[in-house]
């Protein structure tokens, strides 16, 4: 029997997990399991390989067996992970990234901070490859947390002999073929993918921040391969961790946010296109994305665009050559917390273990009885629009710093109009204030989106915070953007059981089988008799940093 469905494997901040597909998308079976984080210091955020790979197998087993399937029903697996690094020895055993020393502690996860510094000076370089990065150099790219492993911890720079973004080393564990995603070294190890005289590394941009001896020695990878590329079989090892065939086609991966714009992208698009008779299935040339922007939510929010050239955006990443969608430039803008965030914002309330006990008690979840209570301050104020309950209340969303399109890690999160009451209704407020600072982000990285080309007038979403109605609702109303969520609600791992696809030759190419395994579901639409509030919260939104900053500046000038 010729196998019948595909695995997409998704390594997020917190968990892994397993999503079985048939050819057409529609998912069959899903499990997650936890992995550990450690926090040694401040901004210090550390993860384990050997954690990782055990949840991804328990995660892919028990996936099989939900749905009923055994490995011989697999054609296919592809990996997507957060752009964490790596570090392993000439064994392929893990290397201590950890102040604590601990080996097991390998992995620098993509919101650790420790390479702010370095961060700053590859910025005031004015290196020609920052140029590809929005100007500015991210404590979540790879090579100031390579510059800082170097300085503060010589002997593992000495031990190790790979360095790996998260979803190559589990494309490496699965086969034992070193194979880079075009994907992760273009986005986060400035490798230009773009140059006509062949895609390469800029050896005076590593000879200066002295890594050159990383890049001779090909620490940093040698073969690079397009996402979906089929990187080689599954050896034994892992093929029997995993509970699947020896030589199952495992295709080269993506970040994971990457892996929800393919699930989302092509929504729609593909139906428009064959209406005009174009041939959707093979190219999406014919297409334009310009109106589109995919917003993948979780720990952090990606925001995603792409165009036929290039687009230098100040403050948003890329622009970045087939990083997703093949022969296409990438754009790439970012809150560095959200779903973290309203968690943060509910944790840290004294109300908040009454919240729980209260949701638990109404068999739901504490954001739906949140948004209830949202529901009921307005209706008790007799408010027409919802919205207005935060007319007093303001919040500055950069708890860890922003993303885009300031592009300033050292920001910080602030809010105007605090009160003495500390009642469920306050945490209620504090939690709408925090939806709301999020939608204002998001509007922000849009409108520099669009004032460099593009003309965004839809979100097409997935993640985390699409569960929310609230969330949803306010993103729409804030931005003024119609919002399309997908048919799978799970769209990140659908995204990596398109590149499963296409590696195991089902599909010729990953616009095949975006059209063939991607549709749309439910459309939300912004309120307009609500955009004149938000304009104003616009406004005060940008003041908030703006003052911050002023601030910053009042502070460091006194002697």
Known sequence: MSPTHVIGIDVGTGSARAGIFDLKGHMVGTVSRTIQTWRPESDFVEQSSTDIWKAVCASTKAALKQAGLTGASIAGIAFDATCSLVAVDDQDGPVTISPTGEDD???????????????????????????????????????????????????????ATRYFDLPDWLTYRATGRDVRSLCTIVCKWTYLGHEKEGARWNKDFFSKNKLADGLIRGAFGKMVEPMGNCAGGLNYESARELGLEVGTPVAVGIIDAHAGGLGVLGMGKSTAAKKRGDNAGSTVD??????????????????????????????????????????????????????????????????????????????????????????????????????????????????????????????????????????????????????????????????????????????????????????MQEHADATGCEIVLPREPEAVLLGGAILAAVGAGIYKDIPAAMAAMSAAGAVIKPNAKTAAYHDAKMKVHRELYADQQKYDAMVAEAR
């Open 286 to 471: 014919a297409v334009s994305f310009d109106d589109v922007l995919c917003l993948i939510g979780g720990t952090s929010t990606c925001h995603m665009v792409v165009s036929e050239k290039p687009r230098f955006v100040p403050g948003v990443w890329g622009p970045y050559y087939s990083a997703m969608i093949p022969g296409m430039w990438l754009n790439e803008g970012g809150q560095s917390a959200t779903g973290q965030l309203i968690d943060f914002v509910i944790a840290s309330h004294p109300r908040h273990a009454e919240a729980v006990k209260e949701a638990k008690a109404e068999g739901v979840t504490v954001y739906e009885f949140l948004n209830g209570r949202v529901d009921a301050l307005a209706a008790v104020g007799k408010l027409k629009q919802r919205c207005r309950l935060t007319q007093g209340y303001h919040m500055l969303p950069y708890f860890h710093g922003n993303r885009s399109p300031n592009a300033d890690p050292s920001a910080r999160g602030a809010i105007h109009g605090l009160t003495l009451h500390a009642t469920l209704d306050d945490l209620a407020l504090q939690y709408y204030a925090a939806i709301q600072a999020i939608a204002y982000g998001t509007r922000d990285i849009v409108e520099a989106l669009n004032a460099e080309g593009y003309k965004i007038t839809r979100l097409h979403a997935c993640g985390g915070g699409t569960k929310n109605p609230l969330w």
């Open 105 to 159: 502690q390998n992995v620098i996860v993509w919101m650790d901070h420790r390479a702010m510094a370095e961060a700053a000076r590859l910025t005031a370089q004015g290196h020609d490859v920052i140029r590809f990065l929005g100007g500015k150099v991210s404590p979540e790219h790879q090579v100031p947390k390579l510059m800082w492993l170097k300085k503060n911890l010589p002997d593992t720079w000495a031990r």
